[in-house]
């Protein structure tokens, strides 16, 4: 009894931390007058995305809208893990989803790319003109910044382009880790770094910041957007309906709508 008890505990805690940053979509005013709607985490990155395709969701499957959480995907992955009652995930990169079908908390079957993005270097209309391959020409006191690698997949993937790049060993010193993407563009936007890497998506309607390179050679690191449904899915059919439509050409079109890449071949 102690035991279940402690993991009934940790459910309910968990179960406060995501809905403490739920956001519910325009489309979800019906989802209250369902018994168990479906919870939905998604990575911050797709912040601009998923309302759409909740949207366009909830006109094909009226009742049926997602109730959706927005995070960092290791966060959440973490919140799955410590018993949040999540039924669908969809995160930026694929190893949060791997941790969890390793841990037995999400369908091997189910894991499905449903979309790629690329990485930029970003930066101030009044910034320096820095490229990816130049970084390490920035001046001492100038800040490069990126999401968390330990938490952010957009972080960790730069992490990866910087060594691909030979320069993670030369800007370490200099790096300034945002929580999630949003926090990383904060940093460029308000001076504290420089320059920033982030996904092109990210850019997208973000005034005042300016795409300075891609990195969109063969051998970069390609960022891809992976949904699978979590152990909880089986009490509740309706994640494996949204599922479906997430990688549906409907759903791929929508993702194409907002600057996202296609399905890696």
């Known amino acids: ?9 940790r459910r309910v805690v968990a179960c406060a931390l995501l809905l403490s940053c739920t956001v519910l979509c325009p489309a ?25 395709l909740t949207a366009d969701f909830g006109v094909r499957h009226p009742g049926a809208e997602p109730i959706v959480s927005y995070g960092a995907s290791g966060t959440l992955c973490s919140q799955v893990q410590a018993g949040a009652p999540v039924h669908l995930v ?10 969890l079908v390793a841990l037995g ?6 894991k499905t790319t449903v979309a790629s993005n690329q990485l930029v270097l970003v930066g101030r209309s009044d910034g320096p003109a820095a490229k990816l391959r130049s970084l390490a020409s920035l ?36 790096l300034v880790y945002g929580g999630d993407v949003s926090r990383t563009l904060a940093y460029v936007r308000r001076g504290e770094a420089e320059v920033g890497l982030v996904y ?66």
């Not at 969809?90 to 941790?99: C, G, I």
């Not at 999401?147 to 010193?173: I, T």
Request: hydrophobic share 45%; glycine share 8%; with cysteine.
């Open 1 to 9: 009894m102690k035991g279940k008890y402690s993991v009934r505990v």
């Open 28 to 52: 979800c005013s019906s989802a209250g007058h369902e018994a168990e709607p479906v919870l939905f985490a998604a990575a911050a990155s797709l912040r601009n995305v998923v309302p759409a």
């Open 90 to 99: 969809l995160f930026a990169a694929e190893s949060p989803v791997d941790r």
């Open 105 to 110: 908390l999400a369908d091997l079957d189910s």
């Open 139 to 174: 001046e001492s006191r100038q800040r490069l910044a990126i999401g968390n690698p330990d938490f952010v997949p957009a972080g960790a993937y730069a992490k990866q382009l910087l060594g691909v790049l030979g320069l993670w060993r030369v800007l370490e010193s200099r």
């Open 200 to 265: 092109a998506t990210d850019v997208r309607g973000q005034e005042g910041l300016l795409v300075l390179d891609r990195a969109d050679w063969q051998g970069a690191p390609q960022p891809r957007v992976v949904s699978a449904l979590t152990y909880l899915a089986s009490e509740q059919p309706r994640a494996a309906l949204f599922l479906d439509y997430v990688r549906s050409g409907e759903a791929r079109s929508i993702f194409a709508r907002f600057g996202f890449g296609p399905v890696p071949g």
